[in-house]
């Protein structure tokens, strides 16, 4: 019994790692794209693009991982007893090492590339001047707002997408309103229209593991400690893209799982 629990565990955790690492290749891919070559994808088009990575990621991990795909939601799901303590480091790990891993394959991808833009822009890796470069991969908070400005967009914005998204996978929704297997899609399509609408305020991450991974891997390749800081002098900027998301995934998360799903306000 023991050896088949770790066979499934072994799988589930690959399903993560891919899963997550699926969503990072669409989504840093097509800003690569934009930024290192000639083909240019507006905003619109890059929050689409992130979206339907999202959809294709969920379709290819929900029936075996649950698709996760993010820290915030695993810690949320084990804080509401619904996943089992000993899977939430496993799927964090799996998570992470995903973004790390798919970071480094579009960074391969892109070399020579991004070698040419720095040539022709003399820029010098791990100052100021390459944050433009290390933003493809990476999230990093409008400097021009405050912390605290910065924060509240990233809680707000990851509250409002885990009470959707956990409106989309309600049961009951499945039995009046759409089949189950429309939800990816819904989930998808919520991911673009944030994108779309947040980011000109302030450079949102909704995901730990999308933000830490990629900077993990730049920190080995000649940006050090800028991966992390982005050249801010106030090291705080860093805990927003991290920290961020599981405040506001737990806060919508309860919400949804207080007012909505356990008919709270019910008469």
Sequence with gaps: MNFYRKKNIIKQCFVEFFGTGLIIFFGTGCVAATKLTDVHFNQFEISCIWGLGVSISIYFSSSI???????AITIFLWLSSEFHKRKVLPYIISQIFG???FTMLIYSLYYNSLISFENQNNITIGTKDSLNLASIFCVYPNCNNSFIRNSIIEIFTAALFMIILSQFNNKKNSKFLYPTFIAPILIGILVFMINLLISPLNNISLNPARDLGP?????????GMFSFTGGNNNFLYLLIPIIGPILGVNLGGWMHKIIIKNDFLKN
């Design 215 to 223: 900077k993990i891997f730049l920190s080995l390749t000649g940006w």
């Design 65 to 71: 991982s649950g698709a996760h795909l993010n820290p």
């Design 99 to 101: 973004s790390f891993i």
